[in-house]
């Protein structure tokens, strides 16, 4: 049972936008950064959003993040073939002092 | 660049041991803590073990606590991941990766080595 809870699959067609949902409690999404990861197939996961809404170096602007309380969401607009692939919500708990990944979503392009 | 490579994995039998080791280049090693983070076949992303960037700080999943050790050796720029007592429960890719803010996000991550624990 994952301590961050995540729908465990989203899809859309080409251009469309999809999001995410990541819930949690006051102990970790409420009192810490969210970040989220996104791993394409076969390959190791890669920091997509941090600080709630902060996008590293060269992760397109097609890809926002949110957060409000003990809950954040993914936002990909213009999806693209590219984005297939799982992505996860995580923060630092603060009760139970561990790195808490939530369970993935899998986003397919119809 | 910056560049994690993780070895070490392999099968191993129930109750034994392995350690797996972390090669970091391309950044200033001791300036940076580093995790352990874990995928069983199929699964999702399990958090392992954090090490400070000097050393002093460690903590683990309950699921490794008093099993795995984690370590750093900052002459070599090696991250380690002793594993005792291996379940088969512990088979996944152990990928290892750089922390950027004190246990808030982690970037970039190793390629991950497999472990299989299997009689």
């Known amino acids: 049972q994952s301590v961050l809870t995540q729908p465990p699959s989203a899809s859309g067609t080409p251009g469309q936008r999809v999001t995410i949902s990541c819930s949690g409690s006051?102990?970790?999404?409420?009192?810490?950064?969210l970040n989220w990861y996104q791993q394409l197939p076969g390959a190791a996961p890669k920091l997509l959003i941090y600080s709630n809404n902060q996008r590293p170096s060269g992760v397109p602007d097609r890809f926002s993040g949110s957060k409000s309380g003990t809950s954040a969401s993914l936002a990909i607009s213009g999806l693209r073939s590219e984005d297939e692939a799982d992505y996860y919500c995580?923060?630092?708990?603060?009760?139970?002092?561990?790195?808490?990944f939530g369970p993935g979503t899998k986003v397919t392009v119809l | 660049q910056v560049q994690l490579v993780e070895s070490g994995g392999g099968v191993v039998q129930p109750g034994r041991s392995l350690r797996l080791s972390c090669a970091a280049s391309g950044f200033t090693f001791s300036n940076y803590a580093l995790h352990w983070v874990r995928q069983a076949p199929g699964k999702g992303l399990e958090w392992v073990a954090v090490i400070s960037y000097d050393g002093s700080y460690k903590y683990y999943a309950d699921s490794v606590k008093g099993r795995f050790s984690i370590s750093r050796d900052s002459s070599k720029n090696e991250l380690y991941l002793q594993m005792n007592s291996l379940r088969v429960e512990d088979t996944a890719v152990y990928f290892c990766?750089?922390?950027?803010?004190?246990?808030?996000?982690?970037?970039?991550w190793g390629q991950g080595t497999l472990v299989t624990v299997s009689s």
């Open positions: 995580a923060a630092w708990d603060d009760s139970l002092y561990v790195y808490v």
């Open positions: 990766a750089r922390d950027l803010k004190w246990l808030d996000r982690f970037e970039p």
């Open positions: 006051s102990s970790n999404i409420g009192s810490n950064a």
